[in-house]
């Protein structure tokens, strides 16, 4: 049998392949996981919740696929939810790495400056 690709799925896979994920919308992947809730999320990252169910809103859009389902209990993570969660505890990692090297001024390794730029959806 051989494989089928809709439009809307090659639509997709080019955005994918040819756009950035924004690290905002990735922490608040990593939020909504640990957190089960878009209302924990917020909480975590001190964001409002419609914020946070934006950022989920965008990431499953530039993605094209869901990324939790509704449950009586809160938030289910799909298998696209968990295929990412590894990539962005290593995006997670190095950031907090990147933070802990700037903060030791000039004792570590980094020179220079950082510029980071966020914005809320």
């Not at 799925?9 to 957190?35: F, G, K, N, Q, Y």
């Not at 950022?55 to 209990?73: D, I, K, M, W």
């Amino acid at each position: 049998s051989s494989l089928k690709i809709t439009d809307d799925r090659r639509a997709a896979i080019h955005l994918c392949m040819t756009s950035t994920l924004p690290w905002d919308w990735l922490r608040t992947l990593l939020a909504v996981l640990r957190e089960g809730t878009l209302s924990g999320a917020a909480r975590a990252l001190g964001l409002t919740q419609p914020t946070v169910g934006r950022h989920v809103a965008a990431l499953e859009a530039q993605l094209g696929q869901p990324l939790f389902t509704r449950s009586p209990t809160g938030l289910l993570p799909t298998d696209a939810a968990l295929a990412l969660r590894g990539h962005a505890e290593q995006m997670e990692a190095a950031a907090a790495a990147l933070e802990r090297a700037a903060c030791r001024g000039g004792a570590g390794e980094v020179r220079g400056s950082v510029r980071v730029t966020a914005s809320e959806i």
